[in-house]
């Protein structure tokens, strides 16, 4: 069985909703994974920052096989043991008040929605009916039809629908368009810290301590999306941390497994999530014994291993390193920690191309839009693991 009948496989049976690159991979191990032919490569993306810890963390394996040994699933009409001490943990990491768990992203920031409209009805006695959320140009939060509804990427809404009403959309990092768009039905502003999908954006010094006191001043719930930036993704356990903010509700999901299974949270002051009564919301998922315990080893090992202060360093180390390859076709470099964008000139014929060549250099990389590369390795990377990559992706961008 070889890397062509797996593809002709999925083309044939699975819905075309993805252009992977053509690589068939069947084992991980940290920042390594190994494709169906036996070829080793270096994991540059991380599934989207969903395998921070590494691919197949052996502690976090051994708390999922023994958790699925004893109970699974008992939905939420039932108790179950790993809750209580999920929520206990996560609280103590983050310095939340409440917890609401879900399973993937979107459903945290859907889950989020509902909880900032709720809590603007009851405590600022908005009209039912009229509440808004102020989102940003260029966000990414999910695929559901409300997300999709506020996003500015038209491949994403075309034919989708009609969406959700209740959204405000202003630019990203524009501290006056965010004040303008307030009104008294806003309840709340949705943002993540640093824009990933948009390519590794990241706002102007002080927006997000702006952004927290006009939320403050007006009585708005900031809301952060740290699915993809947060548990040490930007050299820090939450982005926020850069910018000396707290968010009133905070979203994580992805790494929140380290990659073994969906878990996503919603994480607020009593306030928000506070307005949520029996029956309000719910998930058969949401909570289960087992995501439970691989996400307490998931971030047990976040913390304990040193991952989040090794992404600062190893981000520092990377970027500074990818700064100086000499090249033409790089427009800019950016990051904070191992979340580092490479924008190339529109010249350069788009990224796709260059993730092609990476590829066949042994380096997983994914295009985010047309022109930038994302370098987003397990946390877990050293100096030498860096080095390594380095000597491929410098003559890959340098040699055009
Ligand atoms: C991946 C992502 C989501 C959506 O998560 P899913 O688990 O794919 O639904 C939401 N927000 C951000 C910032 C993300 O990166």
């Known amino acids: 069985m070889n890397t062509r009948y797996f593809i002709d496989l999925e083309e044939k049976y699975g819905a075309r909703n993805y252009k992977p690159l053509d690589v068939v991979l069947s084992r991980g191990r940290g920042i390594w994974v190994w494709d169906v032919d036996g070829n080793r490569y270096m994991d540059c993306l991380s599934s989207y920052s969903a395998v921070n810890q590494g691919h197949c963390h052996p502690k976090i394996m051994e708390s999922m096989v023994r958790q699925a040994e004893k109970l699974t699933l008992t939905s939420r009409a039932f108790r179950n043991d790993q809750l209580g001490p999920f929520y206990e943990e996560l609280c103590a990491l983050t310095n939340s008040h409440l917890v609401l768990p879900m399973n993937s992203g979107a459903e945290a920031v859907e889950t989020a929605i509902k909880a900032v409209r709720k809590w603007g009805y009851r405590t600022k006695g908005i009209e039912e009916g009229r509440a808004e959320v102020i989102v940003c140009e260029n966000n990414f939060h999910g ?180 700064r100086s390859i000499k090249s033409s076709v790089i427009k800019e470099i950016r990051g904070r920690g191992l979340f580092i964008g490479v924008e190339l000139h529109q010249e350069a014929g788009g990224a796709r191309r260059f993730c092609e060549r990476l590829m066949q250099e042994g380096l997983l990389c994914k295009e985010t839009h047309d022109n930038v590369i994302r370098f987003a390795p397990p946390l877990v990377i050293s100096k030498d693991d860096i080095d390594w990559a380095l000597e491929r992706i410098e003559p890959v961008l340098s040699r055009t």
Do not use: W
Request: proline content about 5%; glycine content about 12%; overall charge negative.
């Open 143 to 322: 695929r559901t039809i409300t997300i999709v509804g506020f996003s500015t990427e038209q491949q994403y809404r075309n034919g989708f629908s009609p969406f959700t009403p209740g959204f405000v959309i202003v630019p990203f990092g524009d501290i006056q368009a965010l004040k303008k768009a307030i009104t008294k039905n806003t309840v709340a502003f949705l943002v993540e810290p640093i824009q990933g999908e948009a390519g590794v954006i990241i706002p102007p010094d002080g927006y997000m301590a702006g952004v927290r006191e006009i939320c403050t001043e007006h009585t708005i719930a900031m809301i952060t999306d740290e699915i993809q930036t947060g548990l040490g993704r930007t050299g820090r356990l939450l982005a926020e941390e850069h910018d000396g903010v707290e968010a009133d509700v905070t979203l994580i999901g992805k790494a929140l497994s380290g990659g073994f299974y969906p878990v996503s949270a919603i994480l607020s002051n009593a306030d928000v999530l506070g307005v949520f009564m029996p029956g309000d919301h719910g998930s058969t998922f949401g909570g289960n014994p087992l995501a439970c315990a691989v996400a307490r080893a998931a971030l047990k090992v976040l913390v304990e291993e040193g991952m989040i202060e090794n992404s600062a360093r190893m981000g520092d180390y990377f970027l500074d390193n990818l």
